[in-house]
């Protein structure tokens, strides 16, 4: 673990082997019940408040998606996403993959809408020269409803990150089923932790309910952000971090 980590007062949840095996083959693991019940609701309240409130402009600081509620910015959007790139587990997730230190890239919402959410396979990186690294971004997903096949659960290649080259250099069609895919399920308060190296996407939403996820991403610290916290951070949010989250922010403390 990054020892800038444990200075600031991150107390280590070590990954079983099983987790970190996972991780190096498939290039993902699922961790159940990270978050709480009473958390899961303020999450979900959260989210739809803000894409109420911002309407049209939502999630434009990053991205918006036809079809798709989008989020972003969240670190300064409401406390209660404060413990999200906090999580020890999802930690040492990132730590494992990357093996150097990080920070947060983005923390940004995604709701697929019944009958829209589908996007092409790709990676968030691109591979390694050389199988096993380095690598250069972790993602995760965390679940605020429950993630099926008929509700368009997140699909992936599992040992995508493996294989050298493009996604398009083995993908005609991106859009179409891959035969060695797997959806990334899970029930609501779940959090997939994955490779930004392996070939995944938004799958449809078949459902007539939500999908609503947040997509908390992390870089080696060498690389810039996908949403540059020195410029967005908030008065507000800069009076309630710690020395660890000014860290993983790239914040001054």
């Not at 993630?147 to 368009?152: E, Y």
Request: negative net charge; glycine residues 8%; hydrophobic residues 35%.
């Amino acid at each position: 673990m990054d020892n800038e980590l444990l200075k600031r007062g991150l107390e280590p949840r070590p990954l079983t082997s099983a987790q970190r095996t996972a991780l190096d083959t498939d290039g993902f693991i699922v961790l159940e019940d990270v978050i709480s019940q009473e958390w899961l609701a303020g999450l979900r309240r959260a989210f739809d408040a803000i894409y109420d409130g911002e309407g049209d402009k939502a999630g434009e600081e990053v991205a918006q998606m036809e079809g798709v509620r989008r989020l972003a910015d969240l670190v300064n959007k409401g406390q209660v996403f404060d413990e999200v790139y906090l999580q020890p587990e999802l930690l040492a997730a990132v730590f494992h993959v990357l093996r150097r230190p990080f920070k947060l890239h983005s923390l940004n919402g995604h709701d697929p809408l019944p009958g829209s959410g589908l996007q092409m396979l790709h990676a968030d990186w691109g591979q390694p020269a050389t199988p096993g690294g380095p690598y250069h971004v972790v993602n995760s997903m965390w679940m605020l409803d429950d993630f099926t096949r008929v509700n368009g659960a997140t699909r992936c290649v599992p040992g995508s990150h493996r294989i050298p080259g493009k996604v398009t250099d083995h993908v005609t069609d991106r859009m179409v089923d891959h035969p060695d895919q797997v959806h990334l399920t899970g029930r609501a308060g779940s959090v997939a932790v994955f490779n930004g190296s392996l070939w995944h996407s938004s799958y449809i939403n078949r459902a007539d309910t939500s999908r609503r996820a947040l997509h908390c991403a992390f870089i080696a610290r060498e690389h810039p952000q996908q949403t540059n916290q020195r410029e967005y951070l908030r008065p507000a949010t800069a009076q309630r971090l710690s020395p660890l989250a000014c860290y993983i922010l790239d914040v001054p403390e």
